[in-house]
T-cell receptor, first 112, second 117 residues
Framework: DAKTTQPPSMDCAEGRAANLPCNHS???????VYWYRQIHSQGPQYIIH???NNETNEMASLIITEDRKSSTLILPHATLRDTAVYYC?????????????FGQGTRLTINP | SAVISQKPSRDICQRGTSLTIQCQVD?????MFWYRQQPGQSLTLIAT?????????ESGFVIDKFPISRPNLTFSTLTVSNMSPEDSSIYLC??????????????FGPGTRLTVL
């Protein structure tokens, strides 16, 4: 079973920041938080991951709470092309290839 | 970062028949993963395929229904056997490889959309 819970859907206006929450209250000390997204009819795409520090890359920012029980993915300036299902996944990293356990994700709709 | 292709991209099949899906990676990888995505649902892992050994199946999936081959480090096949309409799904393969930032990521193929009549 997935170890994360996410709201099933969210809406955001184009150009605004999209903040996607994720709860992972049973996360273990050696588990990372990963975010993937799946644009309609495509395979999932990696976005970002983190352990306990906030992370930022060219796609998004990841904010992880101090107790690591929840996190937020931030798309700073959402565009229509960011409409997708976003998956928050916890997994052990850097120990060889690991399977991913997908929850239901959040369906994000960016509105013009 | 790995680039993955799958064949066929889509197919429509009759119940009772079998379909073999091919997954080709442009680099050598140890593990390959096969997922199923039923209509409107999330992804579910079917099995993990290591080169030179039997695939490891997740609960609810069996080798007789979903036989997997892994003849080398860049290729795998998944067969959906004795198909029924409930097998209508998108089937995706994935691998783990270094991404552009140097961290391990999972890369997914474009998927095979299967419809069983």
């Amino acid at each position: 079973d997935a170890k994360t819970t996410q709201p099933p859907s969210m809406d955001c206006a184009e150009g605004r920041a999209a903040n996607l929450p994720c709860n992972h209250s049973t996360i273990s000390g050696n588990e990372y938080v990963y975010w993937y997204r799946q644009i309609h009819s495509q395979g999932p795409q990696y976005i970002i991951h983190g352990l306990k520090n906030n992370e930022t890359n060219e796609m998004a920012s990841l904010i992880i709470t101090e107790d690591r029980k929840s996190s937020t993915l931030i798309l700073p300036h959402a565009t229509l092309r960011d409409t997708a299902v976003y998956y928050c996944i916890v997994r052990v990293a850097y120990m060889g290839a690991q399977k991913l356990v997908f929850g239901q994700g959040t369906r994000l709709t960016i509105n013009p | 970062s790995a680039v993955i292709s799958q064949k066929p991209s889509r197919d429509i099949c009759q119940r009772g028949t079998s379909l073999t899906i091919q997954c080709q990676v442009d680099s050598q990888v140890t593990m390959m993963f096969w997922y199923r995505q039923q209509p409107g649902q999330s992804l579910t892992l079917i099995a993990t395929a290591n080169q030179g050994s039997e695939a490891t199946y997740e609960s609810g999936f069996v080798i007789d229904k979903f036989p997997i081959s892994r003849p080398n480090l860049t290729f795998s096949t998944l067969t959906v056997s004795n198909m029924s309409p409930e097998d209508s799904s998108i089937y995706l393969c994935s691998v783990e490889d270094k991404g552009l930032a140097g961290y391990n990521e999972q890369f997914f193929g474009p998927g095979t959309r299967l419809t069983v009549l």
